[in-house]
Each structure stands twice: as structure tokens, then as C-alpha cells.
């Protein structure tokens, strides 16, 4: 997912960047697929944060804490 997101954040600053340029300026086929990929970043960003929220509920484990300071508790039945 992070590699996604990455990529998409790319695009969205690749045609924000084109639109500047005097040969796309006012194109209106760039300003629709830069406005698209924006809406779409935020769909994936959605997704996102709502599997995280799911995957904690299921592991019982507060993973977007663990996304933040990066530490998780050990596995309880890690074989000895």
C-alpha cells in the first residue's frame, strides 16, 4: 500500500508540475486527470486508514501507535 501511495502521490505532483509548463497550460485533459488522481489519493488514503483500523481491531493490537513510534509488542506465542 505504501508503495501505491507513493507512486500516486507522484503522479498527482507530476500533473500539478505539467500544468505549470507553457505547453500543457490550460489543457483541459491534464486538469481532469490531475483532479482525478487527487480524489483518488484520498480514496486510497480512506482505504488506508480504515484497514489499519480494522487489522488493530482484529489483532487486538494498536497499530497505528505502532506506525507512529515504531515498536510493537512481542508475538505471546513465540516458540521458546
Given amino acids: 500500500m505504501i508503495l501505491l501511495l507513493m507512486a500516486w502521490v507522484a ?3 507530476v500533473t500539478g508540475w ?3 509548463l ?3 497550460w490550460g489543457v483541459e485533459w491534464l486538469e481532469e486527470l490531475h483532479e482525478a488522481l487527487a480524489y483518488g ?3 486510497l ?3 488506508h486508514v480504515l484497514a489499519a483500523i ?3 481491531w482484529h489483532y487486538r493490537e494498536n ?3 505502532a506506525m507512529v513510534h515504531g515498536r ?3 508475538l505471546d506465542n513465540a516458540p521458546d
Fill in 11 to 13: 503522479a498527482v505532483g
Fill in 41 to 43: 489519493l484520498l480514496a
Fill in 63 to 65: 497499530l497505528i501507535a
Fill in 72 to 74: 510493537k509488542r512481542a
Fill in 22 to 24: 507553457d505547453a500543457y
Fill in 45 to 47: 488514503v480512506g482505504v
Fill in 18 to 20: 505539467m500544468q505549470t
Fill in 54 to 56: 480494522v487489522e488493530s
